[in-house]
């Protein structure tokens, strides 16, 4: 029976003079596999474009995290819908693709946000990668105890966050030796047969 993740990354694209993202589509390309990015539309500039199409031509999606990255379950039905379609429209006009999921930040949630975004919510298996003092060890551990079919692993490409670089480096071939297949988001609800679209979504693991 074939095996299938995903690796979800948080929080790109990158303040100027920062490469994390470009570093982990590095790893990414080496070996060769897709991931899906949730970026923060407020970082989205002309200075790193150039990053996020260079994810797309990996075979990676690009999806929504929100414009600058609220507790959104605070604010009114306006300010939801003005958080989610101002990065929907970043995202769109760059890469010429409309978001299909979306990452509460935080994973902060309310009856009036699910009301209010159309596309299913994600969450994920993390292993608190936005704690500097997990190191790379502790990251590769967790992901490894998380491992099953269908999993959607919750990482960050988050300034300077080298740790998650060096654990997806470490787990990634060993993974692919035990038989799992690495997919993007939409690739994943395809391979596992699951319509994402349902009532209250909070996904982590596909099945
Ligand atoms: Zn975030």
């Known amino acids: 029976m074939?095996?299938?993740?995903?690796?979800?990354?948080?929080?790109?694209?990158?303040?100027?003079?920062?490469?994390?993202?470009?570093?982990?589509?590095?790893i990414l390309q080496k070996h060769e596999i897709p991931a899906s990015f949730f970026l923060i539309g407020n970082k989205i500039t002309d200075d790193n474009k150039k990053v996020i199409l260079r994810a797309v031509e990996l075979g990676c999606d690009i999806q929504n995290h929100s414009w600058s990255h609220p507790f959104m379950a605070e604010l009114t039905a306006e300010q939801i819908k003005e958080e989610y379609q101002k990065c929907d429209d970043a995202i769109t006009e760059l890469v010429g693709v409309r978001p299909a999921f979306f990452r509460p930040p935080y994973i902060n949630v309310s009856e009036t946000m699910y009301q209010n975004i159309s596309v299913p919510f994600i969450c994920g298996c993390g292993c608190n990668d936005?704690?500097?003092?997990?190191?790379?060890?502790?990251?590769?551990?967790?992901?490894?105890?998380?491992?099953?079919?269908?999993?959607?692993?919750?990482?960050?490409?988050?300034?300077?966050?080298?740790?998650?670089?060096?654990?997806?480096?470490?787990?990634?071939?060993?993974?692919?030796?035990?038989?799992?297949?690495?997919?993007?988001?939409?690739?994943?609800?395809?391979?596992?047969?699951?319509?994402p679209h349902k009532n209250h979504a909070l996904w982590s693991i596909v099945q």
């Open 2 to 26: 074939s095996k299938y993740l995903c690796l979800t990354f948080d929080d790109g694209p990158n303040l100027p003079g920062d490469n994390t993202m470009n570093d982990m589509l590095d």
């Open 130 to 195: 936005w704690e500097p003092d997990k190191d790379a060890e502790y990251r590769y551990q967790h992901m490894k105890e998380a491992t099953q079919n269908g999993v959607l692993y919750l990482l960050h490409v988050s300034e300077g966050n080298k740790a998650t670089l060096q654990a997806v480096d470490r787990i990634v071939p060993e993974l692919k030796a035990q038989g799992y297949e690495f997919v993007n988001l939409p690739g994943l609800f395809e391979k596992c047969g699951v319509n």
